[in-house]
């Protein structure tokens, strides 16, 4: 029953592992679960893939406008950490819209034959070793240089800036920060993304780097988002920093902790490698879609009521938390057929990673699957066989699922 009872809250709880029981129990018995936060006013935990599907296309109940974390925040402080995550239509529409072009389907193909090259640098840089740490090695590796492309940024700020990145999307991690959220005072940055200093780095740096495109406009998406659209619209200062220092913490993380999952599954299935370079391109899609639901990588987002509702029989009331538990809808058997095996032909697959199915849809979802399936590609090229060669270190926290270590040896061709 430990495992049942886990305490989805903690952060301690995640690095043995997401619960699988604990929401499966809570889909099974209490769906629309209140859970209770040591430091926090409690909220409502919607397990069910129905229930999450239903919250997230319906923004005028369930706001994002109010925060997207379990956090607790005051009017003044949510106002000061906005971003295009903690908005809703229909000012969300309009922001995205100001954005979206570089991330549309149509631009992310034109990127293909530069994730390839990229991948290739990174394995082929690996120089033969039989032994290493894949996410340092590999997965760390390929969505920064890619992000780097993407920015037109200079490759010795990279590592500096994923560092940066990291401290924000693990800010409940000693490895990241020494501004850990539930262990450290850090009500001096309350008003800043992810309560974190490191924040006004990655703000300055914005203010530098767009600056320089102000001057000297290039191709890359910095100098995009400076252009005014069609109707003259473009983007405040405030909005292009708050979008930079998003696409920093958010544009490598969540893909390099899928990288890693979907390694996991090549070592939990020592087949399953040798089969994909005879795969059809449809059928390596199938295969990055079905890690991406088995991993689900962002654990949950949270949004505020604005009006009472009833669901399931729970009475809830208008400025309730409401968390959309998108790693337990993902494994929701009343929608999933066996959601605990690992089908790499799984289809259809409706997963609600990316938060798919919304409005709030993950603008990097398409350059994701190009990167997840490309270095799948590239790597079945090149290695024979991988195997495990070490413990795996999960990363301390109750949003973002991953493997921040994960020792391997391979075999190369």
């Known amino acids: 029953m430990a495992d049942v009872l886990a305490d989805i809250v903690s952060h301690d709880t995640y690095v043995d592992g997401v619960p699988r029981a604990t929401f499966a129990h809570l889909r099974a018995h209490d769906p629309v679960h209140w859970t209770e936060e040591p ?3 409690g909220f409502w935990s919607l397990t069910k893939y129905d229930d999450v599907l239903l919250a997230s296309r319906s923004t005028d109940v369930y706001s994002s406008r109010y925060g997207i974390r379990l956090e607790d925040m005051t009017p003044e402080e949510t106002e000061a950490r906005r971003t295009l995550m903690e908005m809703d239509p ?3 529409t309009r922001l995205r819209r100001l954005v979206s072009r570089p991330f549309a389907p149509k631009s992310v193909n034109e990127y293909e034959s530069v994730v390839r090259e990229l991948a290739g640098e990174v394995l082929d840089a690996l120089g033969g070793a039989t032994e290493f740490d894949f996410v340092s090695r590999v997965a760390r590796e390929l969505p920064m240089r890619m992000l780097g492309r993407l920015l037109g940024l200079p490759d010795e700020d990279l590592d500096w800036l994923v560092q940066r990145g990291d401290a924000l999307i693990g800010n409940s991690d000693p490895d990241f920060t020494d501004y850990v ?3 450290v005072d850090t009500t001096d940055y309350r008003f800043l993304p992810f309560r974190s200093p490191v924040s006004l780095e990655l703000f300055a740096y914005a203010e530098r780097a767009l600056a320089e495109r102000r001057l000297n406009p290039t191709h890359d998406i910095l100098s ?12 405040d200062d405030l909005a292009l920093k708050n979008f930079f220092t998003l ?6 993380d969540t893909t390099r902790y899928t990288m890693t999952g979907g390694l996991q599954v090549l070592l939990e299935r020592p087949t399953l490698l040798p089969r994909i370079p005879s795969m059809t391109l449809e059928e390596r899609r199938l295969l990055t879609d079905e890690i991406l639901r088995f991993t ?20 809830m009331r208008a400025g309730d938390k409401v968390v959309l538990w998108y790693a337990s809808a993902n494994f929701d058997e009343d929608h999933f057929d066996a959601p605990e095996e690992f089908r790499a032909d799984r289809a259809p697959n409706d997963h609600v990673s990316f938060g ?12 994701a699957r190009l990167e997840i399936r490309v270095v799948l590609e590239e790597i079945a090229r090149r290695w024979s066989g991988v195997e495990a060669a070490g413990t795996p270190e999960r990363l301390r ?13 391979v075999t190369w061709r």
Request: aromatic fraction near 2%; charge should be positive.
């Open 247 to 252: 696409m920093v913490a958010a544009g490598n």
């Open 224 to 235: 995009a988002l400076l252009e005014p659209t069609s109707d003259g619209e473009s983007l």
């Open 356 to 367: 798919l199915h919304s409005p709030h849809l993950c603008l990097g979802s398409h350059l």
């Open 90 to 92: 229909p000012e969300h």
């Open 39 to 41: 430091e926090g006013r």
């Open 181 to 183: 959220v539930d262990r």
């Open 296 to 315: 689900t990588v962002t654990m949950h987002f949270r949004r505020t009521l604005t009006t009472d509702v009833t669901l399931r029989g729970r009475d």
């Open 397 to 409: 926290s109750n949003f973002i699922s991953g493997v921040k270590r994960l020792p391997v040896r």
